[in-house]
Structure formats: structure tokens, C-alpha cells
């Protein structure tokens, strides 16, 4: 009976893997397990089915593709770290107040850039707050810029080999199948055209098709995260007597300059005219990296006190939720006791939804009010003790290393240029690019593991492991012997929008690494068959794989404004359609035109 099974599997091998990859499209469309689990699924049912060996189950490790692509997750990690990407947006925000148009046109230019040399979900997590700020400072709807900002960073990934990781997959599966590798620009003249192409039907069409309504986008999407804090600057100030408006404070993203406190005056009005002078005590709302980055600050003392002073630099930093039953509900942050009974230093409060308006000493305090504490051990292990603080937990947030930045950016140069006069394979300078600022302390290792996405990772390997299995059991040649009479007579353009749109579709239905897996090596073989130049096949595929633009699910910066926009289905459809339709034509126009 045995025997039987295995003949009658031997037999079918090619209908079998074409059945498997038909469940895997359903499993993929439905959403019923993530993309990695699925993938993982069908290696194994390759596996079961003894289509592929273990050995062959355990070659997909040995492809360079996702190894590169961790290794840019760091080096876009390390970015992230030294506040490269914050400096940037911290410039395009000062100029949105006195030209609101062109700062929102140099944010995206900027994102597309950024795009091109670093991962781009990265860019757009880093941005989805900078762009809600950018649309209170300039008037603009964020749904009107949310949506645009994923299209903008899909366009930008497609433009150099390491933009995107779909583009180092098709590139290692090419090389597989027998192709020169490419070059880390040789598809940029491409990616220009179909940016290009972008821009234009975001301007033409963004603006009508884009809702404008924001009241059902949470308020907690742009305070979650941010606290309350003063700055009180030291005698020694580098900072002192300069305005406010010209000191590197000022200057970033994630600070808001609310106040400047001057003995019992408060300034409210032209603050980036004011002087600074000692003692003077600065209100700001921040974020919580860049909180922790100016607890160190040789220019400024952060937070208040009122034992002492040691707490200022403490050993410790935890957060702490305010009790509903703690007895100075409604009393100013100041006179909290613990605060008079300890040595620690309050760095700043934050609160859902929305932060107190006034300074942080006064700031009445409500239940489930998060403050974040620094002090000595023995006076930190004293809070745990308090009933009335609750949760209690160190901070795992980092303060921004902006002095290693220019060491961050010099390695991710330095990876585009070994790789782009073929010095080194890409694989090579990645890696010793994540050598270098680990080294040099750009980020830190358990960071640097932490910035890759083991889920991309894990679905690679398992639909190299498909991709494997559909080639063993002939499933690729059935497929493209099924395919080649419809496609026979077809001059090499139409045959390339031909391989553009199924890619496309099935990009927007399954994941886009899965396409450049399962696509690549069918088109190459196609090509084979018709005896035409694969080349411009897979550089379609490449674009094709990346274009996901009318579902929030085919690509994950998609995901994530989708759920920071609180957008329906259907706004990316109908964004996304003429998108789609304006891009593919202009690729596989230039496609045709240079190739």
C-alpha cells in the first residue's frame, strides 16, 4: 500500500505541487495564519510528500538573500539609533510652518531617498508620527498623507537592490537559475521612471480619491508615546545666551517647545526669539528616546526634584502608573509624597489621549498616569513597595547615540559603493557593515537582533523551501508549458506586460517576497522555452512584486498606515487602482525602451 502511495505520488509530482501552491494562494488570500506560518506549512508538505529531501529542505540556508537582508535591517536599525532619520524629519518640520507645500514635498522626497538605501517599513514607522505632526503644523488631512507616504516608500525601495528585500530575492533566485547577478544601480533607471510615474498620479489623483476626514483616526495615534517634561538649563550651558530658536533643541522632530519659565513668568509667545539664560526652565513635550537622550545632557538638568539633588543622574530609570486610589488624585505632580520622601528625580509624565497644559511641577495628576523615574537602587526598590504606584517596570527605551551617527552612515555608504563597483558581493559588505557599528557602538547587539523581522526571514526560507519543492516536482515546467502556446506569438513587449500584470495581481494577493519566489524562476523558464532574453522578464518581476498598491495587505508599510489612518478597504482600492495601472505602464514602458 505503501509502494502505491509512492508511485501514484511520483506519478502526479507536478499536479501535487501545483495543488499545494493553489492552497497556499487560499491560505495567503484568507488571512487565516500569518504569511511565515503558511510558507513554513507548505515546505513541510513538500517535505511530507518526499518531494524534497532534507537536504534540499536545508539548502534554502545557504541562499545569500535573506542573510543580506538581516543584515540591512541592522544597518537601517543603526540609522534609526544614532537619530539620522529623526534629524532629517526635525528639518522638513521647521519648514513646514513658513512653506507648508514644499515641506510636505521634501518629506516625501526624503522618505524616497531614505527608501532606497534602507528597509523601508523602518521609514515608515519612524514617519507615521512625524507625519501627523507635519498635518497639524501645515493644515493638511493625515489620511491625505498617510496613504501617499507607504506609495512614496514602496516606489523609493524599488529603486537600488537593496531598497527593498523583494528586489535581493529576485536577484539571489535569479542567480540560482544561471543569471549574471545585478547590479546594486542597474535597475535605477527603471525605478526613476516609475517613481516618477508615482508622483504624478499621487498629485493628480490622491487629492479626490484620498478621504479628508481625520476625527476617526485615534488621538492617541500622535500622545501615546510622548511625556511632559522641563529642562532647566545649567550655568555651564553651551546653550546659554543663545535663542532659543538657534540651540539643536529646537531643532528635532520629537520635541515641542510649549514654554520658557523665568522665575514666575511664563513665556508663551516667540520663543525662538527668547535668550537663554541660567536657570531658565524650557516646558517641552517629547517623545520618550529623546527623553532619555537629554537625561544625560551636559546643557540641561531634566525633570524636578525636591530631596536633593543625586537623583538627577540615577543609576535606574523605571515607569510608574498613578493608582486610581491614590490618595493626591487631583494634587499638583510636586506634592506627590513619594516625591519629598525619596531621592529620585521625576523625568516627565505622560497621559492618555492627551498631556496636562501646564508645566510639569503643577501638573494634577489623574489616575492611570504614567511617570517615568530615575534615582538610586535602593530609593527605585523603595517605589515597588508603594501601593499607590502600580506597574512599575524599567524603561527598555534607548537615548538617541548622535554622536555614532556619522559613523552609521559612512558604513551604509560605504556597503552601496563596495557593492556598486563589485568590490564585494552585497552579501560580503552588508555584513561587514553590521561589523563595523556593532563595533563602533552604533547600536547595541541585542538591539541590532531586535531590528530584524524574523517573520520575512522565516517566510523566505520557507517559500525558498516551496520554491525548491514546485522545481523537483516539475510544477514550474508544467506551468510553462501550459502558459507558452497563449503566450507564443506575443512580441517581447506585450510579453513583458503580460509577466508585469500576473506578477502585480498575484502580489496583491499573496505576499510580494512570496511572488518573487515563486514567479521568478517561471518566468526564467519561459523565457528558456520562447527563446527570449530573461532578463527584462525578472526586472519586471522585480518592480511587479514591489508594486502593491490597491491592498493594505500586500505589502507591510501598507499594514501599517492602514491601521494608523484608521482607513477602510476600499481607500487603498481606489488610491491604489490608478496607481497600479499609471506605474506598470511606465515600467514596462522603460523596461522595453532601455532593456
Known amino acids: 500500500m505503501l509502494d502505491l502511495i509512492r508511485a501514484t505520488i511520483g506519478a502526479y509530482e507536478a499536479e501535487i505541487g501545483l495543488f499545494i501552491l493553489a492552497s497556499m494562494f487560499v491560505a495567503f488570500a484568507m488571512e487565516r495564519f500569518p504569511a511565515a506560518v503558511v510558507a513554513i506549512l507548505g515546505a513541510c508538505a513538500f517535505l511530507f510528500l518526499g518531494i524534497i529531501d532534507s537536504d534540499g529542505l536545508f539548502s534554502s540556508f545557504s541562499n545569500t538573500a535573506p542573510i543580506t537582508i538581516g543584515a540591512m535591517f541592522i544597518l537601517s536599525g543603526a540609522l534609526l539609533r544614532t537619530g539620522t532619520i529623526d534629524a532629517i524629519a526635525g528639518m522638513i518640520i521647521r519648514r513646514a510652518r513658513k512653506r507648508p507645500k514644499l515641506a510636505v514635498a521634501e518629506m516625501f522626497l526624503g522618505a524616497y531617498v531614505a527608501s532606497a538605501f534602507m528597509n523601508n517599513t523602518p521609514v515608515v514607522v519612524v514617519m507615521i508620527p512625524i507625519i501627523m505632526r507635519l498635518a497639524r503644523?501645515?493644515?493638511?488631512?493625515?489620511?491625505?498623507?498617510?496613504?501617499?507616504?507607504?506609495?512614496?516608500?514602496?516606489?523609493?525601495?524599488?529603486?537600488?537592490?537593496?531598497?527593498?528585500?523583494?528586489?535581493?530575492?529576485?536577484?539571489?533566485?535569479?542567480?540560482?537559475?544561471?543569471?549574471?547577478?545585478?547590479?546594486?544601480?542597474?535597475?535605477?533607471?527603471y525605478g526613476i521612471v516609475a517613481g516618477l510615474a508615482g508622483m504624478v498620479?499621487?498629485?493628480?489623483?490622491?487629492?479626490?480619491?484620498?478621504?479628508?476626514?481625520?476625527?476617526?483616526?485615534?488621538?492617541?495615534?500622535?500622545?501615546?508615546?510622548?511625556?511632559?517634561?522641563?529642562?532647566?538649563?545649567?550655568?555651564?550651558?553651551?546653550?546659554?545666551?543663545?535663542?532659543?530658536?538657534?540651540v539643536a533643541l529646537s531643532k528635532r522632530a520629537n520635541i515641542s517647545i510649549k514654554a520658557i519659565k523665568r522665575d514666575d513668568l511664563f513665556i508663551r509667545h516667540d520663543l525662538d526669539q527668547v535668550y537663554l539664560e541660567p536657570d531658565d526652565r524650557i516646558v517641552v513635550q517629547l517623545d520618550l528616546a529623546e527623553l532619555?537622550?537629554?537625561?544625560?545632557?551636559?546643557?540641561?538638568?531634566?525633570?524636578?526634584?525636591?530631596?536633593?539633588?543625586?537623583?538627577?543622574?540615577?543609576?535606574?530609570?523605571?515607569?510608574?502608573?498613578?493608582?486610581?486610589?491614590?490618595?493626591?488624585?487631583?494634587q499638583s505632580l510636586y506634592d506627590i509624597p513619594f516625591l519629598s520622601q525619596n531621592n529620585v528625580r521625576i523625568l516627565g509624565l505622560s497621559r492618555y489621549r492627551n498631556l496636562p497644559r501646564s508645566d510639569l511641577?503643577?501638573?494634577?495628576?489623574?489616575?492611570?498616569?504614567?511617570?517615568?523615574?530615575?534615582?538610586?537602587?535602593?530609593?527605585?526598590?523603595?517605589?515597588?513597595?508603594?501601593?499607590?504606584?502600580?506597574?512599575?517596570a524599567e524603561t527598555k527605551t534607548r537615548a538617541f547615540r548622535r554622536d555614532r551617527a556619522p559613523i552609521a552612515i559612512a558604513a551604509l555608504a560605504a556597503v552601496v559603493l563596495l557593492a556598486a563597483f563589485n568590490i564585494l558581493s552585497i552579501a560580503v559588505a552588508a555584513i561587514l557593515g553590521v561589523g563595523a557599528i556593532l563595533l563602533a557602538r552604533?547600536?547595541?547587539?541585542?538591539?541590532?537582533?531586535?531590528?530584524?523581522?524574523?517573520?520575512?526571514?522565516?517566510?523566505?526560507?520557507?517559500?525558498?523551501?516551496?520554491?525548491?519543492?514546485l522545481q523537483e516536482a516539475g510544477s514550474v515546467d508544467l506551468m510553462?508549458?501550459?502558459?507558452?502556446?497563449?503566450?507564443?506569438?506575443?512580441?517581447?513587449?506585450?510579453?513583458?506586460?503580460?509577466?508585469?500584470?500576473?506578477?502585480?495581481?498575484?502580489?496583491?494577493?499573496?505576499?510580494?517576497?512570496?511572488?518573487?519566489?515563486?514567479?521568478?524562476?517561471?518566468?526564467i523558464t519561459l523565457a528558456a522555452d520562447l527563446g527570449v532574453d530573461p532578463r527584462p522578464l525578472v526586472v519586471a518581476v522585480m518592480f511587479a512584486a514591489s508594486a502593491s498598491f490597491a491592498t493594505p495587505i500586500g505589502y507591510q508599510t501598507n499594514t501599517l498606515v492602514y491601521a494608523a489612518g484608521n482607513y477602510r478597504f476600499t481607500d487603498f482600492f481606489k488610491a491604489g487602482i490608478p496607481l497600479t495601472l499609471g506605474v506598470g505602464f511606465a515600467t514596462c514602458l522603460a523596461i522595453s525602451y532601455f532593456m
Request: hydrophobic share 45%; aromatic share 6%; glycine share 8%.
Open 137 to 189: 503644523a501645515t493644515g493638511f488631512s493625515a489620511k491625505k498623507l498617510l496613504i501617499p507616504l507607504s506609495f512614496v516608500c514602496i516606489l523609493g525601495g524599488t529603486t537600488t537592490l537593496i531598497g527593498t528585500s523583494t528586489n535581493l530575492i529576485v536577484d539571489a533566485v535569479a542567480r540560482d537559475s544561471g543569471l549574471e547577478p545585478f547590479g546594486i544601480f542597474e535597475i535605477t533607471p
Open 201 to 246: 498620479m499621487l498629485v493628480l489623483f490622491s487629492s479626490w480619491l484620498l478621504p479628508s476626514d481625520d476625527s476617526s483616526i485615534r488621538p492617541t495615534d500622535s500622545n501615546e508615546n510622548m511625556y511632559l517634561t522641563e529642562l532647566t538649563v545649567r550655568n555651564a550651558s553651551a546653550d546659554k545666551g543663545k535663542q532659543l530658536g538657534d
Open 292 to 330: 532619555m537622550s537629554l537625561r544625560t545632557s551636559d546643557d540641561y538638568k531634566i525633570g524636578i526634584v525636591r530631596k536633593g539633588d543625586a537623583g538627577a543622574m540615577g543609576e535606574e530609570v523605571v515607569e510608574a502608573m498613578i493608582s486610581p486610589q491614590h490618595p493626591s488624585i487631583g
Open 361 to 392: 511641577p503643577n501638573a494634577k495628576i489623574h489616575g492611570a498616569d504614567r511617570v517615568l523615574v530615575t534615582g538610586s537602587q535602593e530609593d527605585i526598590a523603595r517605589m515597588y513597595e508603594n501601593p499607590n504606584l502600580i506597574g512599575i
Open 442 to 469: 552604533c547600536i547595541d547587539a541585542e538591539e541590532a537582533w531586535s531590528s530584524i523581522d524574523g517573520s520575512v526571514l522565516v517566510l523566505i526560507f520557507g517559500m525558498l523551501a516551496v520554491g525548491l519543492g
Open 480 to 523: 510553462v508549458s501550459l502558459l507558452t502556446p497563449f503566450l507564443a506569438d506575443m512580441p517581447p513587449w506585450a510579453l513583458l506586460f503580460a509577466v508585469y500584470a500576473f506578477s502585480v495581481l498575484m502580489t496583491e494577493m499573496i505576499t510580494n517576497n512570496a511572488v518573487a519566489i515563486l514567479v521568478t524562476p517561471i518566468v
